[in-house]
């Protein structure tokens, strides 16, 4: 069975460094996709990065970037020169790319907290 | 994924009532899916439709709870006879048609349901 680790219930971090968030993931599918999500204190669940396990790139859209080291199974998140407004819970995800029904697994979340 | 459109944001509801959740799928995409999210953890998927067809509901109560998905207006779940245990966030997300489209999952802002 698929599943998705986050070890890190709750991070600090001064503002305008940059965060690396956890991600071990377990599956025994070839052809799987990650994901990371943001929610904020507001709720809603905003995307923010993909990478297929194909994907010889590791992907990057803006201040984030994603650590995936397929052997070790993780997928970090990492967030450049982060800003207050990161605080927020973060989740990541996956799903088996073949699998017709998309489900995601997520894990149980990181909480960041940016300090001024 | 501001397209996803869910109503009502905040719902509360006495035990042994109904509640209906709506979702509205982002233009053009023909799949949507409910997640369930309980206080302080990661998203459980509920089920994954397409218009008039329930495609995957393994994740569904078997008591109390429905789903659908016309051919015409929203998605709904649907929970009969609330009791406290369904209180939780509700998301939908949705996806286009076609293979390979399930790195595109966008969610709604969440339906939160409160049963008092």
């Given at each position: ?15 305008k460094?940059a965060?690396?968030?956890?991600c071990?993931y ?8 990650l994901?990371?999500y943001?929610?904020?204190s507001?709720?809603e669940?905003?995307?923010?990065i993909?990478q297929?396990s194909y994907d ?5 859209e803006?201040r ?7 052997a070790?199974k993780?997928?970090?998140?990492v967030?450049s020169?982060?800003?207050l ?13 073949m699998?017709?029904?998309y489900q ?5 979340g990181?909480k960041?907290i940016?300090?001024? | 994924?501001a397209?996803?459109?869910?109503n009502p944001?905040h719902l509360v509801?006495r035990?042994?009532?109904e509640a209906?959740l709506r ?5 053009g995409?023909?799949h ?8 302080e953890e990661?998203?459980?998927f ?7 067809n ?7 109560p078997k008591?109390?709870?429905?789903a659908?998905?016309?051919?015409e207006g929203?998605?709904?779940l649907?929970i009969q006879?609330v009791?406290?245990?369904d209180?939780a ?8 048609p ?9 969610f709604g ?8």
């Amino acid at each position: 069975a698929q599943k998705i680790t986050q070890t890190q219930p709750g991070m600090f971090v001064q503002e305008k460094e940059a965060v690396t968030l956890d991600c071990t993931y377990d599956t025994s599918d070839q052809s799987y996709g990650l994901f990371w999500y943001k929610q904020p204190s507001s709720g809603e669940m905003i995307f923010l990065i993909y990478q297929g396990s194909y994907d010889e790139q590791n992907a990057t859209e803006g201040r984030y970037s994603l650590n995936f080291q397929k052997a070790r199974k993780s997928a970090n998140l990492v967030i450049s020169a982060s800003q207050l407004g990161d605080s927020a819970m973060y989740f990541c995800a996956m799903r088996d790319v073949m699998d017709s029904n998309y489900q995601l697994i997520w894990g149980a979340g990181t909480k960041l907290i940016i300090k001024p | 994924n501001a397209g996803v459109m869910q109503n009502p944001r905040h719902l509360v509801r006495r035990r042994g009532q109904e509640a209906r959740l709506r979702c509205s799928p982002m233009k053009g995409h023909s799949h949507v899916y409910w997640y369930r999210q309980l206080p302080e953890e990661g998203l459980k998927f509920m089920v994954y439709l397409q218009k008039e067809n329930i495609i995957d509901e393994s994740g569904m109560p078997k008591e109390r709870f429905s789903a659908e998905f016309p051919k015409e207006g929203p998605s709904i779940l649907r929970i009969q006879q609330v009791v406290r245990g369904d209180s939780a966030a509700y998301f939908c997300a949705s996806s286009p048609p076609g293979p390979g489209s399930g790195n595109t999952i966008y969610f709604g802002e969440g339906s939160w349901l409160t049963v008092v």
